[in-house]
């Protein structure tokens, strides 16, 4: 289910017109939401969320703020939380998993990737990392 709201916000960032109280990662889990919806497969939720980001963040001068990588994780993330709860609206998933609150569980998931297998970096598909570590 879609929030009117959250439809309106993704288009207007889709034209670079930025909230006026900022975007920050709430916003960004509400587009990955919308753009899950609206797409056919996560991977085009993912292109989708990768063009209006880079777009946005060169509209206002910190197109160095794009990254790929945490762009698919988070996506990735949010369809994990979808998948377990089909039926549920953005509010009620987020309230279900409140981890995806926290825009260092990143850093949580490459530290402990990489401290186990002893790489520099963790896996490049953040897909291997998509089921949320909480339940409702």
Not at 38 to 47: H, L, M, Q, W
């Amino acid at each position: 289910m879609l929030m009117r709201d959250d439809v309106a916000m993704t288009r207007a960032l889709e034209r670079c017109d930025p909230p006026h109280d900022g975007f920050h990662h709430l916003l960004h889990l509400r587009v990955a939401w919308v753009y899950l919806t609206e797409s056919a497969s996560v991977e085009e939720a993912i292109d989708r969320m990768g063009t209006t980001l880079r777009r946005f963040a060169a509209s206002v001068g910190k197109a160095e703020k794009y990254s790929q990588p945490t762009t698919e994780f988070w996506v990735h993330q949010v369809a994990a939380v979808r998948a377990l709860m089909p039926a549920a609206d953005v509010d009620t998933a987020l309230g279900a998993y409140p981890r995806l609150l926290d825009k260092n569980l990143i850093l949580a998931y490459y530290s402990s990737d990489a401290a186990a297998s002893g790489a520099a970096h963790p896996s490049s598909d953040p897909s291997d990392r998509a089921v949320p570590r909480t339940s409702p």
